[in-house]
Nanobody, 123 residues
Framework: VQLQASGGGLVQAGGSLTLSCVDS????????MGWIRQVPGKEREFVAS????????YYADSVKGRFTVYRDDGQKTMYLQMKALKPEDTAVYYC?????????????????WGPGTQVTVSS
């Protein structure tokens, strides 16, 4: 996989954004996928993930009910729809591909992180 996240930007609190993660490689449909985020100076945080079929989705408690992860294998793209954004959602968001049999809720289960996209939520 060769991943590139995009779609970030500046939005007011309560607003929405949809991030995209495009795979320019050839194995997108073989992989579970995930999103993490990181604020400079802080640790990375798991956000959401989705299995190969797209039927199972997993979310951090902090985004549950506000964010939705989904995928389009024909477009080799994963999406993160973000609603009701809060200033604490401000971070650089990265997408990655799942490796091995680890938990879909663990960042350690993913790699191949591509360049991130900045999301800034103003209060």
């Amino acid at each position: 996989v060769q991943l590139q996240a995009s779609g970030g930007g500046l939005v007011q609190a309560g607003g929405s954004l949809t991030l995209s993660c495009v795979d320019s490689g050839r194995t997108f449909s073989d992989n579970g996928m995930g999103w993490i985020r990181q604020v400079p100076g802080k640790e990375r945080e798991f956000v959401a993930s989705i299995n190969r079929s797209g039927r199972s989705k997993y979310y951090a408690d902090s985004v549950k009910g506000r964010f939705t992860v989904y995928r389009d294998d024909g477009q080799k793209t994963m999406y993160l729809q973000m609603k009701a954004l809060k200033p604490e959602d401000t971070a650089v968001y990265y997408c990655g591909a799942k490796i091995g049999f680890g938990s879909y809720l663990s960042m350690d289960s993913f790699n191949s992180w591509g360049p991130g996209t900045q999301v800034t939520v103003s209060s």
